[in-house]
């Protein structure tokens, strides 16, 4: 059986990577999170509880998925010294891992990327061990993902925002990133070409712009203003006047991409993953109130951070090299999310 490894496989990309291998292959995964912000795996993986060992805890009849609660670093020390720790601690077998995913990040939205920077700054140092043990592993392939936080802040004002295209990153002509948290991910860009070329590696890097989805905190927009939109909020609070946009891109979107990205580059070439169109926050509450047939006054709170005026992406790149594009509408996501966050009131409401 195939082992793959999955870091921050308790945040929300980690979550939806792990079900995601579970659902379509027959292979194992290995993941990892401290907990800081994930949730644990009987909040939503919806699978039996199989064993545990020490730390680690199996689910699933089938016994396929194994979670880690560790901190990232603890791991990659230890694998450091040993490459078959994980083996020897935990009785499992295989020879070594194929895939490894490394979500693990201190990330948390604008709030924590405003609010703590040094805080999100600790990425620098989670990504250097990661890629001075990936480099010396050697494991099949590895996925790092960067953000769209990478890209020059100057290139996305109110008045002079482009669609952002790969090249708008240079390394030989370099603009300035978006706050700590994007030049973490501008750096880890950094390592993966070095890992690439230096060490062999096979790395692919991607930068999502917003992802969102059905089972994303509450601390990022989109599942907050569904939230307020399911218990029929009037007015409907937003960060800043609304008018700022992002490019939103569903979760299952994102990790299509990854697999098709991941067969396909190997020389940590980064690419954008987004739906090419920028929506504006106050798009975002006209699509989500309509769904649910109301029509709320906006009320707009403008201490809060917001960060760049307008973020979205050129998916020319994307298209050409990897025929690739993003199959879940505006209009369906939101649906989605609007039905979640539903759910979620109506739950509440019988509790
Ligand atoms: N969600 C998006 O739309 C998006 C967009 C661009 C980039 N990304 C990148 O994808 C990755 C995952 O993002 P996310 O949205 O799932 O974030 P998240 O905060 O939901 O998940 C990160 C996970 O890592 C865990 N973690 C943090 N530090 C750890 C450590 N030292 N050891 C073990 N676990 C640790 C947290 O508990 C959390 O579960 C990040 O690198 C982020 O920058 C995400």
Same mark, same amino acid.
């Given at each position: 059986?195939?082992?793959?490894?999955?870091?921050?496989?308790?945040?929300?990309?980690?979550?939806?990577?792990?079900?995601?291998?579970?659902?379509?292959?027959?292979?194992?995964?290995?993941?990892?999170?401290?907990?800081?912000?994930?949730?644990?795996?009987?909040?939503?993986?919806?699978?039996?509880?199989?064993?545990?060992?020490?730390?680690?805890?199996?689910?699933?009849?089938?016994?396929?998925?194994?979670?880690?609660?560790?901190?990232?670093?603890?791991?990659?020390?230890?694998?450091?010294?040993?490459?078959?720790?994980?083996?020897?601690?935990?009785?499992?077998?295989?020879?070594?891992?194929?895939?490894?995913?490394?979500?693990?990040?201190?990330?948390?939205?604008?709030?924590?990327?405003?609010?703590?920077?040094?805080?999100?700054?600790?990425?620098?140092?989670?990504?250097?061990?990661?890629?001075?043990?990936?480099?010396?592993?050697?494991?099949?392939?590895?996925?790092?993902?960067?953000?769209?936080?990478?890209?020059?802040?100057?290139?996305?004002?109110?008045?002079?925002?482009?669609?952002?295209?790969?090249?708008?990153?240079?390394?030989?002509?370099?603009?300035?990133?978006?706050?700590?948290?994007?030049?973490?991910?501008?750096?880890? #860009?950094? &390592?993966? %070409? +070095? !890992?690439?070329?230096?060490?062999?590696? =096979?790395?692919?890097?991607?930068? *999502?712009?917003?992802?969102?989805?059905?089972?994303?905190?509450?601390?990022?927009?989109?599942?907050?203003?569904?939230?307020?939109?399911?218990?029929?909020?009037?007015?409907?609070?937003?960060?800043?006047?609304?008018?700022?946009?992002?490019?939103?891109?569903?979760?299952?979107?994102?990790?299509?991409?990854?697999?098709?990205?991941?067969?396909?580059?190997?020389?940590?070439?980064?690419?954008?993953?987004?739906?090419?169109?920028?929506?504006?926050?106050?798009?975002?509450? #006209?699509? &989500?109130? %309509? +769904? !649910?047939?109301?029509?709320?006054?906006? =009320?707009?709170?403008?201490?809060? *951070?917001?960060?760049?005026?307008?973020?979205?992406?050129?998916?020319?790149?994307?298209?050409?090299?990897?025929?690739?594009?993003?199959?879940?509408?505006?209009?369906?996501?939101?649906?989605?999310?609007?039905?979640?966050?539903?759910?979620?009131?109506?739950?509440?409401?019988?509790?």
């Amino acid at each position: 059986m195939k082992f793959h490894l999955i870091s921050g496989g308790c945040g929300f990309v980690g979550r939806n990577m792990v079900q995601r291998i579970y659902k379509t292959t027959n292979d194992a995964v290995v993941f990892i999170d401290n907990l800081l912000v994930g949730k644990h795996p009987s909040e939503w993986l919806g699978l039996p509880r199989a064993g545990k060992r020490g730390n680690m805890e199996i689910f699933g009849e089938d016994e396929r998925l194994f979670f880690i609660h560790d901190d990232f670093r603890n791991f990659l020390r230890e694998m450091g010294q040993n490459p078959n720790w994980v083996q020897e601690t935990y009785g499992l077998e295989f020879d070594k891992f194929e895939d490894v995913f490394h979500f693990a990040a201190i990330v948390g939205g604008r709030a924590v990327i405003d609010g703590d920077p040094m805080m999100v700054a600790l990425d620098l140092a989670i990504d250097a061990e990661f890629f001075f043990w990936v480099c010396r592993y050697q494991p099949a392939r590895v996925l790092y993902p960067s953000s769209s936080a990478a890209y020059p802040v100057n290139l996305q004002t109110e008045s002079g925002a482009i669609a952002l295209q790969e090249s708008d990153i240079d390394f030989n002509n370099m603009g300035q990133p978006d706050m700590t948290y994007g030049w973490s991910k501008l750096t880890g #860009e950094y &390592l993966a %070409k +070095i !890992a690439a070329e230096y060490y062999d590696l =096979k790395v692919t890097c991607i930068r *999502p712009f917003s992802g969102y989805g059905e089972d994303q905190d509450l601390t990022y927009p989109i599942p907050a203003i569904a939230q307020r939109i399911a218990r029929r909020e009037d007015p409907i609070e937003v960060w800043g006047s609304g008018k700022q946009g992002r490019d939103f891109v569903h979760i299952e979107d994102v990790m299509d991409c990854i697999f098709v990205a991941m067969d396909k580059i190997h020389d940590g070439t980064a690419i954008n993953i987004g739906m090419g169109r920028l929506t504006s926050f106050l798009e975002i509450i #006209e699509v &989500l109130s %309509k +769904i !649910a047939g109301y029509e709320p006054a906006i =009320k707009p709170l403008l201490d809060k *951070p917001v960060g760049v005026h307008s973020r979205y992406c050129n998916m020319d790149f994307v298209q050409e090299k990897l025929g690739w594009e993003a199959k879940i509408t505006m209009e369906e996501g939101m649906r989605r999310v609007y039905q979640a966050a539903l759910a979620r009131e109506q739950a509440a409401k019988v509790s």
